[in-house]
């Protein structure tokens, strides 16, 4: 039987040696093979592509990006692993878990608990997309796909996203990038963070420094919101304009 | 006595019109009110031993005929002397400190309720602090990736849990000495330290901590614990939590900071934490001690005053 290639991410030390200790035991039975190491969600997300790891073993609770967000950028990812949850006892992640059937185990974990979970999880593969995401709420970091690796735009950089075509296009300060996800979708997400302007078109509500009112004055007002970071307006649509006037409103109180 | 005076100038008020002879009438009133009050006063405290183990109802209805006695005895010798406690004869009097006394029963017993030990008792057992399950899974996890490598420094963590776990599950409507909720954070941080390694420091000031003073027990480790929590666990790099523990003159300070990271959906829970502790040091000292909280500089920083007391440990 060949060696199953495990990468192991949990930020204490100890959590990860006892995991290593688990796999060498039953290691008879389940041959495995330690690819790699991270002690947090955005090592998983740089070093995980190029170990070639088939299932990952994974800690819910750690500093800097979470299990359950590193998980949903892999999912994206050609030929992602399988992933088992590990968690110490977090109410609203166990929740979460139950609510959307993903397999998780429970720290202290069980050698058996740990082989069996291995078995399942190598042989039903990464876990669903849209699994993830219920159980994780909104990201901390947008995820590009560059065949195998996973570029990490953190949200509170971008200044607005819009919809062309198959793609939305990040705006940051410092660049653009093309993500593959629905603008809905990422509306709701981000109900929090941005905010409705156009069709095709969503801003950073603490981007927003003004509006400009253009066209004539005769005609029907139509205004452009200036971003703080980018050259130009953006046109506000006919339709939006009532909610995000509300909304800069409030803002200003 | 106050209650009764209160009730009377009510009385008078009620009865009379005008503002200047309200008050006259209301000395006059309580000049013959006053012996009365004053003979309730010596009766029910002489009796006292002999109420107190009654139950309460009977108990009531004895104080209750006390005073309808002490009243009736009043109206006669007033009488005799020409003026009168109440106008209106006998019976008025009486059934006017019936009523009086039981407003004023109706009223203690309301107070009682309010501020009975049992019920400080019980509340100080549900403020009991909770250490997080998230915390003692972790440890465990920790402690057992110890077994095979260092077993002694296994045995010492789960002694230090038992000692943690001790003092959490032990009575809490009593006193601990400051020198052992100090060795508690102690043994709390070891354990912190195996799990999270380089990433905790922490600076303990403790040169001017009296370790005589007395505190609730748990006061301070819950505090360490939201420092760890919030501003240890979070963090990436390196991250120093500082416990300065002193005594300025009849108070006692205690003040831990952590690095602040705004608070994620899943760590927060600090405001149930600190609002337990409040109330317990209210329990405790009133209004003699402070829980303030604050964010400077990127750091957050809770710290508790305390009045200095010290002596034997016993119960609050």
């Not at chain 1, 495990?6 to 200790?21: G, H, S, T």
């Not at chain 1, 995820?143 to 296009?169: F, N, Q």
């Not at chain 2, 100038?9 to 009379?16: M, Q, S």
């Not at chain 2, 912190?192 to 301070?220: H, Y």
Request: hydrophobic share 45%; with cysteine.
């Amino acid at each position: 039987m060949s060696e199953l290639k495990v990468f192991i991410a949990d930020d204490e030390e100890p959590a990860r040696q006892r995991l290593k200790e688990l796999l060498a035991d039953f290691a008879g039975e389940l041959p495995t093979r330690i690819v790699g190491e991270a002690r947090n969600g955005i090592e998983v997300i740089e070093n995980l592509p190029a170990s070639g790891a088939r299932v990952l073993l994974l800690d819910i609770e750690m500093p800097g990006m979470g299990g359950l967000e590193a998980a949903r950028h892999l999912a994206r990812l050609p030929g992602a692993p399988a992933v088992v949850f590990v968690t110490a006892h977090d109410e609203h992640a166990v929740e979460a878990f139950e609510l959307n059937a993903l397999d998780y185990l429970l720290k202290p974990v069980r050698a058996a608990r740990l082989a069996a979970a291995l078995r399942k999880a190598s042989a039903a593969g990464p876990p669903a997309a849209e699994r993830l995401e219920r159980a994780s709420g909104a990201r901390e970091y947008f995820s590009v796909t560059e065949r195998t690796r996973i570029v990490l735009v953190p949200v509170k950089e971008v200044v607005y996203l819009k919809a062309e075509l198959k793609y939305v296009t990040l705006r940051t300060r410092t660049g653009e990038h093309l993500i593959e996800e629905p603008l809905v979708a990422l509306e709701r997400e981000f109900a929090d963070r941005f905010v409705r302007i156009h069709r095709n078109c969503l801003v950073a509500r603490a981007a927003i420094r003004r509006f400009d009112r253009t066209g004539g004055s005769d005609e029907e007002p139509h205004w452009n919101v200036i971003l703080e970071g980018v050259a130009g307006g953006l046109p506000v649509s006919r339709r939006q304009w009532p909610v995000v006037k509300e909304l800069v409103a409030e803002r200003h109180e | 006595m106050i209650g009764t005076n209160l009730l009377a100038l009510g009385a008078v008020i009620y009865a009379e019109p005008g503002w200047a002879q309200t008050l006259e009438r209301y000395t006059r009133a309580a000049a013959m009110l006053e012996p009365v009050l004053l003979a309730s006063l010596v009766v029910l405290y002489v009796a006292s031993p002999w109420l107190a183990p009654m139950p309460y109802w009977r108990g009531c209805g004895i104080v209750l005929l006390v005073e309808i006695v002490l009243a009736a005895l009043a109206h006669v010798l007033y009488a005799k002397g020409g003026s009168a406690l109440v106008s209106g004869g006998l019976p008025r009097a009486v059934a006017l400190a019936a009523l009086a006394t039981a407003v004023l029963l109706g009223y203690f017993r309301l107070m009682v309720r309010a501020y009975s030990p049992a019920l400080a008792e019980a509340r100080l057992q549900a403020l009991q602090a909770r250490i997080r399950p998230h915390f003692l899974f972790n440890s465990l996890n920790a402690v057992l990736s110890l077994v095979r490598r260092d077993p002694q420094r296994a045995e010492r963590t789960l002694e230090d849990l038992a000692d943690l776990f001790r003092e959490l599950m032990a009575d809490g409507r009593r006193f601990v000495r400051l020198a052992d909720e100090i060795a508690l954070l102690e043994r709390y941080a070891a354990i912190e330290q195996l799990r999270l390694g380089e990433r905790l420091r922490i600076s303990w000031e403790l040169d001017g901590a009296p370790s005589d003073a007395l505190l609730p027990p748990m006061v301070l480790q819950p505090l360490l614990e939201n420092a760890v929590y919030h501003g240890v666990e979070p963090a990436t790099e390196v991250s120093e939590i500082t416990v300065r523990i002193e005594r300025r003159g009849d108070r006692v300070l205690a003040r831990i900071e952590n690095p602040y990271h705004k608070l994620e959906p899943a760590h927060r829970g600090n405001r149930m934490a600190l609002e337990n502790i409040r109330e317990r040091l209210r329990l405790f000292f009133d209004a003699e001690a402070t829980l303030v909280s604050k964010i400077e500089a990127g750091r957050y920083r809770v710290e508790i005053e305390i009045p200095y007391k010290s002596g034997g440990v016993h119960a609050a």
